[in-house]
């Protein structure tokens, strides 16, 4: 293992010398005050892309996002699209992946989704949580598809971008059934009109207080994070696993870590 800082160019050639592939993997979901979507998703990919130039590795291969576009309205897909074209421009031999929401053990959107369902009221913003579409894909199967692109001497991947996502298309709404009905759970939901979320997220936000989603975050719960991933599954023989099928062992695993409530 080699550390390195995507945003100070000078360290990444020792991360780099004497590789033959490239797996740029750097995203955030919401700006911390240190970092902004700019640098994390735009300055970093040309960072990365040019140390793989400049010590002569071909083969680089890109994790984007579903909803990714040159149209995008969130400052999230702007940068990932931004990041896109800079690869696509390299001259590298390339390969993106675009996936839904990605979970598995320890991921961040699992525990964020568990303290809600967890929570004595679970807020349910509305439109949105219960009508914005999601296609949950478990790490393991995506990662699969990343090492076999890795693996891929012959290239037939090369220049193309792939949508990913698993088989269940869920609201935010229905996942959080789906782990309270995992842990045995009845979720007390309360609905939020989405105008009431958006004003209290926003000046959460500019008064720099924890708040649970940014306002970014909400405009994507308002598009659909779906796709169809055929190409996915032809090109790497990838059957992705149901989201009930995946997430029930990783929330029985956080379930037996949290500590026993005190007597």
């Excluded at 740029?24 to 040309?46: C, D, M, N, W, Y």
Aim: proline share 7%; aromatic share 4%.
């Amino acid at each position: 293992m080699v550390s390195g800082d995507v945003l100070q160019p000078q360290s990444l050639g020792d991360g780099l010398r004497g590789c033959d592939t490239v797996i740029h993997l750097v995203g955030i979901i919401r700006e911390p005050k240190t970092l902004s979507f700019q640098q994390a998703h735009v300055e970093a990919t040309r960072n990365v892309v040019e140390a793989a130039q400049a010590n002569g590795i071909r083969r680089f291969i890109q994790m984007s996002a579903l909803g990714t576009r040159a149209s995008a309205v969130t400052p999230y897909h702007q940068t990932k699209w931004q990041a896109e074209e800079i690869v696509r421009s390299s001259g590298l031999d390339w390969t993106i992946f675009r996936p839904s929401v990605i979970y598995g053990e320890g991921s961040e959107f699992i525990t964020s989704m568990l303290g809600l369902a967890r929570a004595p009221i679970t807020p349910i913003i509305a439109p949105g949580m219960n009508t914005g579409l999601l296609q949950p894909i478990h790490v393991d199967d995506l990662a699969s598809c990343f090492v076999q692109a890795a693996q891929d001497a012959g290239a037939r991947t090369s220049s193309q971008i792939y949508e990913c996502g698993g088989p269940d298309r869920l609201t935010t709404e229905q996942v959080l059934n789906t782990l309270a009905r995992i842990e045995g759970r009845r979720l007390r939901k309360v609905r939020v009109p989405l105008p009431v979320a958006k004003l209290a997220m926003g000046l959460g936000e500019k008064l720099r207080l924890p708040v649970p989603a940014t306002p970014g975050q909400l405009a994507m719960l308002q598009e659909p994070n779906v796709c169809d991933s055929e190409a996915m599954r032809r090109a790497f023989g990838v059957q992705p696993r149901g989201f009930e099928e995946g997430v029930r062992p990783v929330v029985m695993r956080a379930g037996a870590a949290k500590p026993a409530p005190a007597r």
